[in-house]
């Protein structure tokens, strides 16, 4: 995503079936007839909203129920907790050419309908013939599905002679019909929209043909899932996906008139060019050969809870989240290309260095990158490589002054490190307590920090119902949290936990603008989420606070739906990419729907890896691998001089095409160096005796009692580097690999400041006492 600021700018994890088993061995579709300029769909009758009759026949899983009528075809109500929640469309209409005219075929008209209950499951039967006398069936079942609250449907269609179709809908469900109306708390359609009680397909976050998503181009859709849910209730649609299936989700329903919401399957398919997105009607039509059925595979989801988290967590229950991307790289090799890009690419100049290859990012003395470079010399079996590597590194790093150390930085996710690999621990801290306490005072009474626009630029807060969004808050929660992290500032601890907790106006609510630079406050965006996750996780690090923990887990489940589960094409890159917002530049273009941004999945990823630790039964490895994976394979390629190394703005997914600026290599590196199992960083906190410790590589083995912690640090340099421990009272007792050690001389105690800085090369056992 272009970016304009200063800076630049659970689950047994299954593989992904991506299409039904029988849909994928139909023979591709013969091309079919353009349809006349007049086609329109018929005057679409409301579904019935009487009562469905006691005598209804039920399929039930957990709390979820499919009341099906005996004499209707889509005659079904879903339960949900014993709430009547959706209904089916009970008089499906047919669309198909003959003699160059569209031609309707009404379900009404049925001379052979059955409905009959078979142990769990209910099958429907429908048939009818067409003015030609071509016998169309229809058939239907619904069963218990594999995860408690699913309901699994299998759809067949089947003509007896070829016919051209226009429309034919597979499933059609309306939550809210005759219950609780237009009115919903969140809705989502993964890929396209993240919504609370307002309407799709709004031009709130993108103007123009791209806000029309009812019924989008398949490769929008990150993976086949929409869901509704009002008052603690969701209904859900999930299926195989496959080209022949077009998505339609439109809430509220205005396509079908059902007063309620509308989600479902349509036949034929969407590609980006056989229909105008947001069209019912293709502009072609696809055949269907005579007797070669038509099979949809989908499954009805059902639960309570106060948002659509629920209905995303029992997606990844239901199907799994699919295989990493194919790992290309090793570890020798990812090193060769990343170095290529600190060291030959067109981001860096001399000593100096550009955040992405472009005119208008500017270079610049940065610290963060020795740190890249260093890890990169430190892995890579290159010895001349690592020799440039380290040269380099000592040569930019000169360029800045010793205190900005941890500050002065171009990559998108930053550690408090350079200081602890490269020496002036104490001035980075102290550096750390000022802006801590700076930060605090951006906040407002009430905890907020409200949206204003630029003088003389766009309002882009005029789509959203507030001047304030999650994400843009969360941005200056986590700076705080991470500053106070660093000094142990006790009133910057303090500060920055109440603002996390003034964070609970957001609770359960839709990740938000934070990507105000271009983007409107409204607009949902995985960058929150990421925010959000890792704020949320540094303040249950620090406090202990369990909802700070369970607020980590939803908002990083809010981020799910930007991550591509399903292969939007059949080329390499597309699973694990993300999509960065639902919406677009300034609300018109770029139009960022279907096109990801990988930089920002990464960001997400990183906040995925520090919330494993903390709980590490979540599907958060294997996400972050994935998201790695694939901006590594996204990056340009070692064979392009200029560019390699860097990963793409954008990557167009069809094209598999690289987008410019291309943007320096360390936000992959950071999420590489977790995915390689060599983290460039890490910080544990001691909460029961108020200790942070902070280390160039891996805390293990951590363990304490009143007055006493041990740990254990693995880091990467093979050269001596520091630690930094801050929360001290008194002068410790120092035991160093089980042998007593000074708190002088080599490490150093600041006794006003509470802080430790201890020297420490490879593998150490660290003991303090008091």
């Not at 399957?265 to 009607?281: A, I, M, V």
């Not at 949206?451 to 969360?474: F, I, V």
């Not at 106070?484 to 106006?505: F, H, I, Q, T």
Request: with cysteine; hydrophobic share 40%.
């Amino acid at each position: 995503m272009k970016m304009r600021t200063a800076l630049a700018r659970l689950l047994v994890l299954l593989p992904l079936a991506v299409t039904s088993l029988r849909g994928a061995e139909r023979a591709p579709a013969a091309p079919g007839e353009p349809l006349p300029a007049d086609a329109a769909l018929p005057k679409w009758p409301a579904p019935d909203l009487l009562p469905v009759p006691a005598d209804a026949y039920v399929v039930r899983s957990k709390n979820v129920e499919l009341v099906h009528a005996r004499d209707r075809l889509g005659g079904f109500i879903i339960r949900v907790a014993g709430e009547t929640i959706a209904r089916g469309e009970d008089r499906p209409q047919f669309g198909f050419l003959l003699g160059g005219q569209l031609r309707w075929l009404d379900s009404a008209k049925a001379n052979g309908l059955s409905v009959s209950q078979q142990g769990s499951s209910v099958a429907v039967r429908w048939g009818c013939e067409d003015e030609e006398g071509a016998r169309w069936e229809f058939q239907q079942r619904f069963s218990p599905g594999g995860v408690p609250g699913t309901i699994a449907l299998r759809t067949e269609l089947k003509v007896d002679r070829d016919r051209s179709v226009a429309f034919a809908p597979m499933v059609l469900i309306f939550p809210g019909a005759g219950t609780f109306g237009a009115a919903k708390g969140q809705g989502l359609f993964a890929g396209l929209e993240y919504l609370e009680n307002e309407p799709s397909s709004s031009e709130a976050d993108v103007i123009g043909p791209a806000s029309k998503r009812e019924v989008p181009d398949n490769l929008k859709i990150t993976f086949p899932l929409m869901a509704i849910e009002n008052e603690g209730h969701y209904v859900a649609l999930s299926w195989n996906p496959g080209p022949q299936w077009s998505a339609v989700f439109d809430s509220p329903d205005r396509l079908f008139g059902s007063h309620g919401h509308a989600i479902g399957l349509l036949f034929p398919g969407s590609d980006g060019h056989n229909r105008t997105e947001g069209d019912l009607l293709p502009r072609t039509t696809e055949l269907v050969k005579a007797n070669q059925p038509l099979v949809l595979e989908a499954t009805i989801m059902g639960g309570v809870g106060g948002s659509v988290v629920p209905a995303i967590q029992q997606y990844v229950a239901l199907r799994g989240l699919p295989p990493l991307p194919e790992a290309k790289m090793d570890l020798q090799d990812y090193a060769s290309l990343a170095a290529g890009g600190w060291l030959d690419s067109k981001i860096r100049e001399g000593n100096l260095f550009r955040h992405a290859a472009a005119p208008n990012f500017g270079p610049g003395p940065v610290a963060d990158v020795p740190v890249w470079m260093e890890w990169l010399a430190c892995q890579t079996q290159n010895s001349p490589l690592a020799a440039r590597l380290r040269e380099t590194a000592q040569s930019a790093l000169a360029q800045v002054a010793p205190a900005d150390w941890d500050r002065a930085a171009i990559g998108h996710v930053r550690y408090p490190v350079a200081s602890l690999v490269y020496g002036h621990v104490a001035e980075n801290a102290e550096r750390a307590r000022q802006a801590g306490r700076e930060l605090l005072t951006r906040f407002e009474s009430d905890g907020s920090i409200r949206y204003r626009a630029p003088q003389g630029g766009a309002d882009l807060s005029k789509t959203h119902y507030t001047n304030e969004a999650n994400g843009l808050t969360a941005r200056t929660v986590l700076d705080v949290l991470e500053a106070a992290a660093v000094s142990g500032d006790r009133a910057s601890l303090e500060g920055a936990l109440n603002r996390l907790r003034d964070l609970n106006k957001f609770r359960d609510g839709v990740p938000r603008g934070a990507q105000t630079w271009e983007c409107p406050l409204h607009t949902p965006d995985i960058l929150a989420s990421a925010l959000l996750v890792r704020a949320y996780t540094l303040g249950y690090e620090l406090s202990g606070e369990r909802d700070f923990l369970e607020q980590a887990r939803y908002w990083a489940w809010t981020g799910v739906p930007f991550v591509y589960l399903a292969d939007p094409t059949t080329q390499a890159v597309g699973r694990y990419s993300t999509i960065a917002v639902f919406g677009a530049t300034q609300w018109r273009a770029p139009v960022w729907l279907g096109l990801p941004v990988q930089w920002c999945g990464l960001v997400y990823a990183d906040a995925l890896y520090r919330l494993l630790r903390c709980d590490p039964d979540g599907p958060w490895k294997r996400l972050a691998d994935g998201i790695t994976r694939s901006g590594i394979e996204q990056s340009w390629p070692s064979s392009d001089a200029g560019f390699q190394g860097l990963l793409p703005d954008s990557f167009v997914l069809r094209a598999q095409k690289r987008n410019r600026p291309a943007i320096n290599p360390g936000t992959v590196e950071a999420c590489a160096a977790n995915l390689y199992e060599h983290p460039v960083y890490d910080f544990w906190c001691f909460r029961q005796n108020g200790l942070r410790v902070h280390a160039p590589g891996e805390i293990s083995q951590a363990k304490e009692k009143p007055g006493r912690v041990s740990f254990e640090i693995e880091n990467w340099l093979g050269r001596p580097c520091h630690a930094f421990i801050n929360g001290l009272t008194a002068k410790p007792q120092l035991r160093i690999n089980g042998k007593a050690a000074e708190c002088g001389g080599e490490n150093q105690f600041l006794e006003k400041e509470g802080w430790l800085i201890l020297e420490l090369q490879g593998k150490t056992q660290v003991e303090l006492s008091w």
